[in-house]
């Protein structure tokens, strides 16, 4: 498995992509600089919302970014926080896309 990435690092890069396409994103909360774990919400506008947290998956021996929760954005904010509550070093990416888009599959979010 290669090296991965300073978490600021990866939230700064991210950003930076989501900013080239067009997607309005700001980081919601701020983790730990070096080793916090980053969940991305996406705000679809409509009043419904996705979160995404990376998950190991042992068929394939990497990790890959899946849905912790989805539904109601109300609910899905009590979902983040709940999750801040038990990890307080954990970064939160907010984005919104009226149809989902999130880069997250992309080339170089993958890893």
Request: glycine share 6%; proline share 5%.
């Amino acid at each position: 498995m290669p090296p991965r990435l300073r978490a600021e690092l990866w939230v700064r890069a991210y950003l930076k992509r989501l900013e080239l396409n067009n997607i309005p994103a700001y980081i919601a909360a701020k983790g730990q600089p070096d080793s916090g774990a980053v969940m991305v919400k996406c705000a679809t506008l409509d009043g419904q919302a996705k979160l995404y947290t990376r998950r190991f998956d042992l068929m394939t021996d990497s990790e890959a970014w899946a849905v912790l929760t989805e539904g109601p954005e109300r609910e899905v904010d009590e979902s983040i926080r709940k999750q801040r509550s038990f990890d307080p070093d954990l970064w939160v990416i907010e984005l919104e896309a009226r149809h989902g888009r999130t880069l997250l599959e992309e080339d170089g979010l993958k890893d």
